[in-house]
Nanobody, 127 residues
Framework: QVQLVESGGGLVQAGGSLRLSCAASGRTFSGTTMGWFRQAPGKEREFVAA???????YYTDSVKGRFTISRDSAKNMMYLQMNSLKPEDTAVYFC?????????????????????WGQGTQVTVSS
């Protein structure tokens, strides 16, 4: 059974940093794409970042230069380093994984294209 488990969320002041982790089990995702999405109250789930099997990375414009996605294939882990956090980054952050090795941004940025999801971790940024 495939499981994705996020951790590392919390409450932080604006300008602070957090590092989210996603632990995958049940299968290896080293040859596929994994990504991070977030959902604020009353809003749609939105794309944050993704990394393909070849280590290409994609970010939504609002987090470029502040967030960094990384993966440790040996540990079946994915991370999201979030710096210079803003109140508008407040949301539940979800880890997601694709079964395949698709690489286009138009595909990877759409939540419905991912097959596996974690339960989410809350990130709250106070002003």
């Amino acid at each position: 059974q495939v499981q994705l488990v996020e951790s590392g969320g919390g409450l932080v002041q604006a300008g602070g940093s957090l590092r989210l982790s996603c632990a995958a089990s049940g299968r290896t995702f080293s040859g596929t794409t994994m990504g991070w999405f977030r959902q604020a109250p009353g809003k749609e789930r939105e794309f944050v970042a993704a990394m393909t099997w070849s280590r290409s990375t994609y970010y939504t414009d609002s987090v470029k230069g502040r967030f960094t996605i990384s993966r440790d294939s040996a540990k079946n882990m994915m991370y999201l380093q979030m710096n210079s956090l803003k109140p508008e980054d407040t949301a539940v952050y979800f880890c997601a994984a694709d079964r395949f090795a698709r690489t286009s941004y138009s595909y990877l940025s759409v939540a419905q294209n991912y097959d596996y999801w974690g339960q989410g971790t809350q990130v709250t940024v106070s002003s």
